[in-house]
């Protein structure tokens, strides 16, 4: 419901969702789920099929839920205006960054998250608003706290290379670089600008210098500031290596590839992608005997119609009508045998269908029953008798009515169960 598109579109998606089931250890519902969060976050219908392949992978090999991956990813993308070709490079990036670092794909997504805004209006690539975000997990720094603070650097160094001044000679000083270079490396890349910051603040602290101080002179007072950039500047040398890591991993795309791989040769998996087939089949089976089943739904609803219309007198008095369930429990049966063969299954249900037409004289003769039961109630008593004497002609003749789809009905399951 939350993906448009053509018929043709949607066929193609539907296909390409069970295909998903019969090979990946998840299972439709989730996989169906992932796709509808997909729609509801703009991904294009035509990209729904590879983003949800994408994101069950991430589901199968980090700490995120393939639905919670969809969305952060979905988030983020539509921030920054990820390109949708470029989803796979940013999974590989995110599994290669949480499989190296003190840190998590959830919290690495989470700062990401915070900082895509920020990112986005300065030109940092995602690579490296993954990177940071892998460098501030890796520390300690918790998403709510690294994302306020490095968004309102990012946005200070940007206003400041803009507008040059005291504040852009300030930023140039702790990254010990002239006011040009560090103007030039910011426009160049926002996140070698940063390293620079991050390694200019570690080496004011080793020196024995008022790192608050320094924050203050660039517009970044306060307590959160100055924890989270002196937990990022104590470890400037993991900033560098994601910066690093990421930007051959984004090259690369294959980390998450290497890491589902390793996982779809578990017997678990291995075991939820078998019971998917045996699903998926019955599926297929559904679809393949839903028509043969609402003919026959047609034939009984409407004899059940006719005689649920039926005066109470002349209801009460066709006991006959019971054989008629045990018919339909029978042919049940045999349905249950047919289950090995979609196609006779079918073919059954249509030579049941074809006996119910025999019904209709019979279905003709409830309704002049029912006239007569209630041409009953008006009349004199002795009116009532001719009508229950009607209703007992009735029954003999729905009996044999009954006896023919008995008949019909053993012939079905007989052959069911050949």
Not at 183 to 191: F, I, L, N, T
Not at 339 to 346: C, G, L, N, Q
Request: hydrophobic letters at 50%.
């Amino acid at each position: 419901k939350t993906v448009d598109g053509t018929d043709e579109q949607l066929r193609n998606l539907e296909g390409s969702l069970r295909e998903m089931a019969r090979t990946m250890p998840a299972t439709h519902t989730e996989i169906a789920a992932v796709a509808e969060a997909a729609g509801q976050l703009g991904v294009a219908t035509d990209d729904v099929a590879s983003f949800t392949r994408t994101m069950i992978m991430l589901g199968e090999t980090t700490n995120l839920t393939a639905d919670e991956a969809a969305t952060s990813i979905a988030q983020i993308s539509n921030i920054m205006g990820t390109a949708a070709g470029d989803v796979d490079r940013f999974a590989a990036t995110l599994v290669k960054l949480g499989n190296n670092g003190a840190s998590t794909e959830a919290e690495i997504l989470n700062l990401a998250n915070r900082v895509a805004g920020a990112a986005q209006i300065v030109g940092m690539s995602e690579k490296n608003v993954l990177a940071l975000s892998n460098a501030m997990a890796s520390v300690g720094i918790n998403d709510e706290l690294g994302g306020g603070a490095v968004s309102r650097a990012m946005i200070g160094m940007n206003t400041a290379v803009l507008d040059g001044g005291k504040e852009l000679e300030a930023f140039a000083k702790i990254a010990n670089m002239s006011a040009k270079d560090f103007s030039a490396a910011w426009k160049g890349d926002p996140v070698v600008a940063m390293q620079a910051f991050v390694t200019g603040l570690g080496r004011i602290n080793d020196e024995g210098g008022n790192t608050a101080q320094a924050l203050a002179d660039v517009g970044l007072k306060g307590t959160q500031n100055t924890q989270v950039f002196l937990a990022l500047a104590g470890a400037s040398d993991v900033l560098s290596e994601s910066v690093a890591m990421a930007a051959a991993e984004w090259d690369s795309a294959g980390a998450h590839l290497d890491e589902y791989g390793n996982r779809l040769g578990t017997t678990e998996s291995q075991v939820t992608i078998a019971w998917n087939n045996i699903k998926d089949a019955a599926i297929t089976a559904g679809a393949a005997t839903l028509p043969a089943i609402a003919g026959v739904s047609q034939n009984v609803a409407a004899m059940a119609t006719e005689f649920g219309n039926l005066p109470a007198p002349v209801r009460d008095s066709i006991t006959a009508l019971a054989a008629v369930g045990g018919s339909v429990l029978l042919v049940g049966g045999g349905m249950m045998k047919a289950a090995v063969s979609i196609a006779e299954t079918v073919t059954s249900f249509r030579a049941l269908s074809a006996s119910m037409v025999g019904l209709n004289p019979a279905l003709l003769l409830i309704g002049g029953a029912r006239a007569i039961g209630r041409g009953a109630y008006a009349s004199h008593a002795a009116e009532q008798a001719k009508a229950t004497a009607a209703a007992n002609e009735f029954t003999g003749a729905l009996r044999g009515q009954t006896d023919a789809v008995n008949e019909s009905s053993r012939a079905v399951a007989a052959k069911q169960l050949q």
